[in-house]
Structures are given as structure tokens and as C-alpha cells.
């Protein structure tokens, strides 16, 4: 490499220190004045004109919104109607109604696993907390239970909500960094799922009937498992978080059938799956092929899973119309943060592009023999864990490795996707906001929020990483 190879090279080790820094000094620099304050530096730094320099930054937070932010905010509009239509709710009691004891741990992963297609790991938790407490509770009436039933039945949940969250699209994460290395959306969807399930056992029932009995002492605080599982309150209401209801005491939700709430869920997955079943097998230029590849675009599978929640929403609920748009702009409020990141992350990839940094990276990664897909995990969980946000970890790794794949496509970049999702997942601790929302909602302690909600979104990178790597042998 030359000598302006290494200049590079050491402008990109400042920019992240920098980057770390500036989140987590005594400032608090939020994570996209941050991105963007780094941006200007490193394109000055390494020589970018000044005249380009502006319009690489609106042109990467442009392109990276422009793909990414309208599916986003279906999305979050999705996840609002499914837990006001009480479909999800509907979802998670009908997996686990009936079941041996035994099994609820399995079921209630596989009920987490369901939700957390359309919602995002806090969501998700919030919206499944009363299935948990009023389960758990019933387990600790009737006793045998070896440990905590909380902790039993928490932990498959925390491990199925994690591993979709980070490594599968439509998440913003995943589909930030699909957008940016220009993966195949079905395609990784497909190995998406097929690194996520064995992922999602070995990290949840499986890890959870080893720990369960080491935690014997945690239990939620009375009042809160009252208010969650009380027989009078409505089992998904929650005070706060973008999964709440907007008032404390919801009247319990009824009327959505079985098959109609999970139908509502997999719309858009569905929807994406047939697309790439179509690009397959169908010709494109054919009436079928045309519409099943349109209706698989991201943003129209979104907007179609929406109408369709938007509907069950109005049949189940009996909600106005004054009171679904009041919920739907609330769900709003929660993302703009996320698209704010995602903006910064956008356009400090296309600095680095345009700067050259991303050749040089390339060059060095080529000349050190570097697995693509480890680089980008390992880059992904290091930001992650400094800068305390896993958005942040996916935007960077995926702008610093892009140059790596070159044009993108194909099973290496989808490999690629789930890698650098798996790696923001990992050694999740204090400052990550779904660290203390497990805490606080299971009443723990440091210790024993760390042996559950770190270790498990830990073992979730870890095993999402050997997956994608096991995969990789056949890219």
C-alpha cells in the first residue's frame, strides 16, 4: 500500500474515535450531529474539495433516507396497529393457550419471533410483557419451576426480538445496510430466517433452561405485574414506549381472529418472498411477474401490510378514526431519532466514497486477507458497544465494508447484511436504552440483567455470526 493509502486509512481510525468520542464524552453529541460534525472533518482531512463536500453529505443522507425512511415509518405505523388491533396480542395467547409447562418457554419464543417481524425490540417487549407476567405468574402459582419463570420464559422472547430486530429486513438496521451494499431483498430475507432460527433457540428456550434455575430470585415488582396482568386491564396496554397505549387503563381489545392477526403480520413478509419468488422462476416482462415483483418492493409491501393492519385495526378494536391517527402520529415521534442516524450514516458512507477512504479500505483489507464478513461484524458490535447504539454500528460498518463487495448483490452481500446486524446486537450493556428496559421491567439487578440481556444478545451475535460464515461456504 502507499503512502496515501495509510494517510487514509489513519483519517478513518481518527474518524471513529472521534465519532465515539464526541457520543459519549461529558457533550452527549447526539449520534447524528455527531455522524455529521465526523463527515465534514473527514472529507476535509482527507482532501475532498470543499465545493463537493456538501453535496456528498445531502447526497448519501438523501439516497440512504430516500430508500430507507418512508419504509421505516410504515413500518412503525404497522407495528401501532397490530398491538391497537390486539393482534398481536391475539398471536402470542393463542400460541401459548393450553400448552404444557414445559414447552411455554418454546412458545413463547416462537410468539416473539412472530411479532418482532413488523416491531422493534422495545415494542415487541412491551407488547409481550403481560403474555410473560400473566404466564409466569400462573407457572409460579403452580410451582415445580426450576428457577425464575420470568427469567424461563423472558429470555426466549429478549432472544427472538434481538435476533429479528438486528438481522432481518424490514427493521431499520438490516435495511439500512441491504440499501447500502445493495443486497437482494428476498434473498436476504431468506438467509435472514435460515441464520435467525437456530440463532433464536440456542440463545433463547435452550440458554434460557440454563440460566433460569441460576436466577432463582428475579421477579418483577408486584405492582407492575398487576398492571400488566391484572384480571381486569387490558393485557398489551402499557404506560409508555412506542408500543404503549395512550392511556393507562385501555378497555381489553377483542374480536380479532386467530388467523386474520397473523395474516395481518406477514403481509409485507409474504409479500417480499413472492417477489423474489417471481424474479426466480417468473418472467419479469409477464402481467404476473410485474405485479408480484412490484408488490414485493419494500415500500409498496409496507404500505400494503399497513391497509391491510389498518382494516383489522377498524374490525377488532372499534378505535375512531380520531384515535388511530392520534396513535399512528405518536408512533412517528419514537423513529425520528432513527431516521435522524440513519441520515448521518448515509451520508458519512458516501464521504468516505468520495473521499477515497473506501478504496484504500479495500485495498488494505485485500492485501491482509480479511473475511468480509467478519470485518463488518467485528466493526459493527465495536461501535456498537462505544457509542451505545446499535443504529450507529450498522450505518458505519456498512458505509466502511461497502467498497469490499464492490457492485453489492448476490448471496455474499446478504451474508454481509446479517453479519453487521448480528454484530450490533452484541455485548449490549448500560449504555444501550434495551438493556435498562429489561432491568427495570424484570426488576433486576446489574448482575442479573448483564447474565440475561447482555449474554443473550451476545450469544445471538455470536451464533448469527457462525451462521452467516457456515452460509458463506457456498457464496
Known amino acids: 500500500m502507499t503512502a496515501h493509502t495509510w494517510w487514509l486509512l489513519l483519517i478513518l481510525t481518527v474518524a471513529i474515535a472521534a465519532l465515539i468520542y ?31 463536500l456538501a453535496g456528498s453529505i445531502e447526497e448519501g443522507a438523501g439516497g440512504t433516507l430516500g430508500d430507507v425512511g418512508v419504509t421505516l415509518a410504515l413500518g412503525a405505523m404497522l407495528g401501532r396497529l397490530l398491538s391497537d388491533s390486539g393482534a398481536t396480542d391475539t398471536i402470542a395467547r393463542a400460541l401459548v393457550a393450553r400448552a404444557e409447562p414445559r414447552r411455554l418457554p418454546w412458545l413463547v419464543g416462537a410468539a416473539a419471533f412472530v411479532i418482532g417481524v413488523p416491531m422493534f425490540f422495545e415494542v415487541g417487549l412491551i407488547v409481550l410483557l403481560p403474555l410473560i407476567f400473566s404466564v409466569a405468574r400462573r407457572m409460579e402459582a403452580q410451582g415445580g419451576t426450576k428457577g425464575s419463570p420470568y427469567v424461563l420464559l423472558g429470555v426466549p422472547a429478549i432472544a427472538s426480538l434481538s435476533t429479528l430486530h438486528g438481522m432481518l429486513p ?22 435472514g430466517i435460515v441464520c435467525a432460527v437456530p440463532t433464536v433457540i440456542l440463545a433463547g428456550p435452550v440458554y434460557a433452561r440454563w440460566i433460569a434455575p441460576r436466577l432463582p430470585d428475579v421477579a418483577p415488582d408486584a405492582e407492575l405485574v398487576a398492571q400488566f ?65 412490484f408488490a414485493g418492493e419494500p415500500l409498496v409491501a409496507m404500505l400494503a401490510g399497513f391497509v391491510f393492519a389498518l382494516g383489522v385495526t377498524f374490525a377488532g378494536s372499534g378505535r375512531s378514526g380520531e384515535e388511530t391517527r392520534a396513535s ?74 461497502a467498497p469490499l463487495i464492490g457492485d453489492g448483490g448476490g448471496l455474499e452481500a446478504s451474508l454481509l447484511v446479517v453479519a453487521i446486524g448480528a454484530g450490533s446486537l452484541g455485548l449490549n450493556y448500560v449504555n444501550h436504552a434495551g438493556f435498562w428496559l429489561v432491568k427495570e421491567s424484570f426488576g433486576m439487578d446489574l448482575g442479573q440483567a448483564t447474565k440475561t440481556q447482555t449474554v443473550v444478545q451476545t450469544l445471538v451475535s455470536v451464533l448469527g455470526l457462525a451462521m452467516a460464515l457456515l452460509l458463506s461456504v457456498f457464496a
Open 22 to 52: 464526541l457520543i459519549n464524552s461529558r457533550l452527549r453529541v447526539h449520534p447524528f450531529v455527531a455522524l455529521i460534525l465526523v463527515s465534514v472533518g473527514t472529507g476535509i482531512a482527507a482532501g475532498e474539495p470543499a465545493s463537493k
Open 170 to 191: 424490514p427493521h431499520p438496521g438490516p435495511l439500512t445496510a441491504m440499501t447500502g451494499l445493495h443486497a437482494d431483498l428476498g434473498l436476504t430475507l431468506g438467509v
Open 229 to 293: 396482568a391484572g384480571a381486569e386491564r387490558q393485557p398489551a396496554a402499557a404506560t409508555s414506549g412506542p408500543g404503549a397505549q395512550a392511556g393507562a387503563d385501555a378497555p381489553r381489545r377483542t374480536g380479532v381472529p386467530t388467523g386474520l392477526a397473523v395474516a395481518a403480520v406477514l403481509v409485507p413478509v409474504v409479500l417480499m418472498l413472492l417477489r423474489t419468488l417471481a424474479e426466480t422462476v417468473l418472467d419479469e416482462s409477464s402481467g404476473l411477474g410485474a405485479a408480484l415483483v
Open 328 to 401: 399512528l402520529t405518536d408512533s412517528l415521534k419514537s423513529i425520528a431519532a432513527i431516521l435522524l442516524i440513519i441520515g448521518g450514516g448515509g451520508a458519512f458512507k458516501q464521504v468516505l466514497q468520495d473521499s477515497g477512504i473506501g478504496d484504500a479500505i479495500a485495498s488494505a483489507a485485500e492485501g491482509a486477507h480479511i473475511n468480509v464478513i467478519l470485518l463488518g461484524w467485528l466493526i459493527a458490535l465495536l461501535l456498537s458497544l462505544t457509542t451505545g447504539s446499535a443504529t450507529v454500528g450498522i450505518v458505519s460498518a456498512t458505509g466502511i465494508v
